[in-house]
């Protein structure tokens, strides 16, 4: 038995300011709820919709199917969702392989960027003030539960790179190909905001790097989050194998 | 001035069915509709909401907001949505560089490869009958016009490659690494469904080739439009450089 203030607080995750009054953020489907518990991050509660199986080895509390779908930031409920707190926040990391994002605004590609970080073994991923939050339910769920292995930090992108003491590789439409040279294996590697790219400020910060095109030159860009596969792919290809 | 009528027609243009029976679909987005007005994709009609501006050198009609609403797919219409008639198909293609996708399910991922083949030069995807419609709304928006310039065939894959007179290389979980030799210029290039990846009688008909992951173990696999951003690079670049 769930009260009704607790639905209504979990509900209240939904929102950026409810995530940030509470200190915890949601994840919905059984693969990322079981996955994330496997995680060090600390789960509050684990509900499931009555009626199915319960996770073994974990406390869960049943809940009507309404009320799940009530919560749910889904169309569909899964029936499975998790509250999880949020992790201390961290010093910004000064040496290794970075991933910096500068304004990007679809969950989904966030959430994407981590699940690739977290394939090709990126710990940490520095956003801009304004990229859209890591814990809106949308990147959590694009995200598959690499959530609680990628470390996200938000700061002045400005003011970050221009302590950093790593090379800086901005991605750009009219810059080097990053099949000319080896990247360097230690570095900020800058991905841009949807439609406008890397902002000039930061793009006066770095070395500017491009994705080469075969196709006509009517296509349009590249998608933010499979630049970010073909470039991170390229990037430990070279300096991993 | 719009009929009822036509807006219940385009409205069903939501659905398969719909499509297939108008032969025809709708793209939605003022960016969208104007690069598809430059493909040879030939319009039926062009919508705009009324009191934004028309799109130069094209005949436009105007609709109410409201209008506009109720025929779109998206939660908040952009107030520019065009109607295109299905091309005619042709026959499947049987030289060159060929994708090949066996039961996508995502109109989101279908879309974004759509986008990738379009940038890196690819014109032929050549789809399981289970693989999601490349006109489904999703679809079309995620390929951001790219629908326009890739032709997508829809046929029995096991036939098809079985007759097929080039190498097939199915992308697995436990393949040769992509990067360990160069892959064959002219071959047909399999990336399964989201969840089952591709088919075991289709594995059957090819080599197994892997994307190396530098991630811990625990890692979620790729996502289908992810991991075909970096095969499509390696593939480009390894024959194209």
């Known amino acids: 038995m769930v009260s009704k203030n607790t639905l209504k607080t979990i509900k209240s995750l939904a929102t950026k300011k409810g995530r940030e009054t509470h200190k915890q953020f949601v994840v919905e489907g059984y693969k990322s709820v079981c996955e994330l518990l496997e995680t060090t991050l600390e789960a509050v509660m684990v509900l499931v919709t009555e009626g199915l199986d319960t996770i073994e080895g974990t406390q869960c ?4 199917p309404k009320e799940m779908q009530q919560i749910s ?37 966030l959430g994407t960027i981590m699940r690739l970080c977290d394939w090709f073994g990126i710990s940490h991923i520095v956003c801009s003030k304004n990229t859209v939050d890591h814990y809106n339910p949308k ?40 099949y000319k040279n080896i990247l360097p294996e230690n570095a900020a590697l800058v991905l841009g905001n949807e439609s406008h790219g890397v902002s000039s400020a930061i793009m006066n910060l770095g070395k500017a790097y491009t994705i080469p095109q075969y196709g006509t030159q009517t296509t349009e860009s590249l998608n933010v989050a499979t630049a970010s596969a073909i470039i991170l792919a390229e990037w430990l290809r070279t300096t991993e194998t």
Chains 1, 2 share one sequence.
């Open 61 to 64: 509390e049943t809940i009507t």
């Open 139 to 178: 990147a959590v769920q694009a995200s598959m539960a690499s959530i609680g292995r990628v470390h996200v930090y938000y700061t002045d992108l400005e003011k970050y790179l221009s302590q950093l003491q790593l090379p800086i590789l901005v991605t750009a439409m009219n810059g080097t190909s990053i």
């Open 73 to 109: 930031s889904l169309k569909t409920a899964p029936g499975y969702l998790a509250i999880f707190k949020m992790p201390e926040t961290h010093e910004l990391p000064q040496t290794g392989r970075i991933l910096v994002l500068d304004d990007i605004q679809d969950p989904g590609n």
